[in-house]
């Protein structure tokens, strides 16, 4: 789930517009954390869907996302499928306008790992058609999500995964907010966020088989494509991202 559609989500159940969601760092196990006023009914959240649990810690709720809602951003992303939920305050008022240009560009060797981690997007797609995983000649993102649509529901997720998948959701009200605050800033921060996880994921996942491709029809292929829809899916968010910034990315480096 993108998180201005998940703001939105607690914005509504809380009665309220003024919802800022904060990441929950991954050891504390909760996806997100906001903070609650002394009227307000935590209650209402548990009823939100894709919430697995809630936990209340004083004037704070933490908020835990089901697989399948944090998995909804990668069909999203392929699909490109923009966020839902009505617009909260992201920004303070003075900061809101409109800039046609980005005046704190970053140089494009300070952001060296981001256009690494998406070349290395570029080579896994490549390796999956060498290897069958994914046909040649397809429409990658099509074919992916259409895999992810049917298989994603069976993934195993475990924290690199979840980690990846929680930074993505930011992606889009990174690029907001640099709209609205006339700087680069929000959208930097975010793919490194984005460059991080997928790099400790990347280390620890296989989205081509070693040696012979298992026939399609076999269900480690489903593993196969399912990481491989991620992994698109991150180069999609960096490529657009670097892009926004007047950057290129790469697909070989």
Do not use: K
């Not at 939105?8 to 990441?23: C, N």
């Not at 900061?95 to 690494?116: I, Q, S, V």
């Not at 990658?140 to 992810?148: C, E, K, M, N």
Request: with cysteine.
């Amino acid at each position: 789930m993108w998180q201005e559609d998940l703001t939105a989500e607690v914005a509504r159940a809380l009665g309220r517009r003024d919802v800022v969601l904060v990441r929950v760092p991954a050891h504390q196990g909760a996806d997100w954390a906001v903070m609650l006023r002394p009227s307000e009914d935590p209650a209402a959240l548990d009823r939100i869907p894709g919430i697995e649990h809630l936990h209340l810690d004083a004037d704070r709720a933490f908020l835990t996302l089901t697989d399948a809602c944090r998995g909804q951003v990668v069909l999203a992303v392929l699909t490109g499928t923009a966020p839902r939920g009505e617009q909260v305050r992201l920004v303070d008022a003075r900061a809101r306008r409109t800039a046609e240009g980005l005046p704190d560009r970053p140089l494009p060797d300070r952001l060296y790992p981001t256009r690494l981690a998406h070349a290395r997007t570029a080579m896994l797609l490549r390796q999956a058609q060498g290897h069958r995983v994914l046909p040649a000649g397809v429409e990658a993102a099509a074919a992916l999500a259409r895999d992810w649509a049917a298989f994603g529901h069976t993934r195993r997720e475990d924290s690199r995964s979840r980690r990846l998948l929680l930074a993505l959701a930011g992606s889009h009200v990174a690029r907001v907010r640099a709209r609205s605050q006339g700087r680069g800033a929000p959208v930097v921060a975010n793919l490194r966020e984005v460059t991080a996880a997928f790099t400790d994921w990347f280390g620890h996942m296989r989205a081509t088989p070693r040696g012979s491709p298992p026939p399609p029809e076999d269900p480690i292929m489903d593993t196969y494509r399912l990481n491989l829809a991620l992994a698109h899916a991150t180069g999609s968010v960096l490529r657009t991202g670097l892009h926004h910034l007047g950057l290129t990315a790469p697909e070989y480096l």
